[in-house]
């Protein structure tokens, strides 16, 4: 099986980049083996702090954000990062050819059930000049590489450079990330759906109507079943989707109407879209294909629904 390094090397990425997602991948590492020690070490709890989204930092939130931070401040090819932790962006080498966009943990409310976690990221080109969360304002259809780690029963990093995608497994013996699976395709079709069903009745009319019909199964208009599964980290619902398909979505709702969605765009939906999309499914707002939404500002939310490409298309009819 190829190594992470020998098969970057191979795909013909230029070397900087493969730089920056080796240090991306190493720190991941690092990561799995602190969210391993789990009470062991101390790091399960909150921190006593909030994030600019004023949710509670749990200490995990903060350890492994800053362990990416040093990690990028260290490499030299980042001018700049922008992370769900970090209320403003923060300016690193001058001279950086990227900007990065973290989520360092993905499914906060799993850490102290020992549950699902992981790591979210996502690469755009630093434009020329000083650096400003102005930079950071480019559709997701700019990034040059996304991807997350999985820290479950096995750690897997699930990654694009825009030539397919690629799901490497960390090796416990070695500390190589070895390739499993290489061009990953989501099936087109599926039975299979992940919503948090007890917000259902803040959904907008269509989503409601859609998932009605779902849970209709064989006697409703789709004239079939449906399951469902739900992780509570978007990192699991995703990494299922790409393993053998379905359809994730956080919707929009009213059950905060100063917050109509959940997930953010920059660091959580775009890599996750361009993830889905490398790997032939679709990623929609529900109006727009997420990778073409022009951002705003760094913590902004979208709403999301991404899968198999034929399930997208059914739900998004529910939309017109
Ligand atoms: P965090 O970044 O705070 O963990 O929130 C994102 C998330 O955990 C997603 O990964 C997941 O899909 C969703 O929130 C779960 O939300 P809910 O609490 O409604 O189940
Ligand atoms: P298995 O023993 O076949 O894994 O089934 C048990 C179980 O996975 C259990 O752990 C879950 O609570 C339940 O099945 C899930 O059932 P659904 O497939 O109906 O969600």
Request: aromatic content about 6%.
């Amino acid at each position: 099986m190829q190594t992470l390094s020998q098969s970057l090397k191979q795909s013909g990425i230029n070397d900087e980049l493969a730089k920056l997602i080796t240090v991306l991948a190493n720190t991941s590492k690092d990561i799995s083996q602190a969210v391993r020690h789990g009470a062991l070490a101390g790091v399960l709890g909150v921190a006593g702090t909030e994030n600019v989204q004023g949710e509670d930092q749990k200490k995990l939130d903060v350890i492994t954000n800053d362990m990416l931070k040093d990690a990028l401040a260290a490499q030299g090819s980042v001018k700049a990062l922008a992370s769900e932790e970090e209320d403003e962006i923060v300016p690193l080498s001058k001279d950086g050819q990227f900007l990065v966009c973290f989520d360092p943990l993905d499914g906060s409310s799993n850490i102290d059930i020992n549950s699902l976690v992981g790591t979210i990221f996502s690469v755009l080109p630093a434009p020329s000049g000083d650096v400003s969360e102005q930079s950071f304002l480019q559709s997701g259809r700019k990034q040059v590489a996304a991807g997350y780690v999985l820290y479950g029963p096995s750690t897997m990093l699930a990654l694009t450079t825009g030539k397919g995608v690629q799901l490497y497994t960390l090796d416990p013996v070695s500390g190589d990330y070895l390739l499993t699976v290489d061009g990953v395709q989501i099936s087109k079709d599926t039975g299979e759906f992940a919503i948090n069903m007890s917000n259902q009745r803040f959904w907008e009319p269509g989503m409601q109507a859609y998932i009605a019909d779902l849970i209709k199964g064989k006697e409703g208009p789709r004239g079939k079943n449906f399951n469902m599964r739900w992780i509570a980290a978007m990192v699991g619902d995703v990494h299922r989707v790409l393993c053998r398909g379905g359809l994730f979505t956080y919707p929009t709702d009213t059950k905060d109407p100063k917050k109509p969605f959940k997930l953010r765009l920059m660091y959580e939906a775009n890599p996750m879209a361009f993830l889905v999309e490398q790997a032939g499914g679709k990623a929609s707002t529900g109006y727009e294909t997420i990778l073409d939404v022009a951002p705003s500002e760094i913590h902004q939310r979208v709403a999301v629904i991404l899968g198999s490409a034929n399930e997208v298309d059914a739900c998004l009819g529910y939309h017109k």
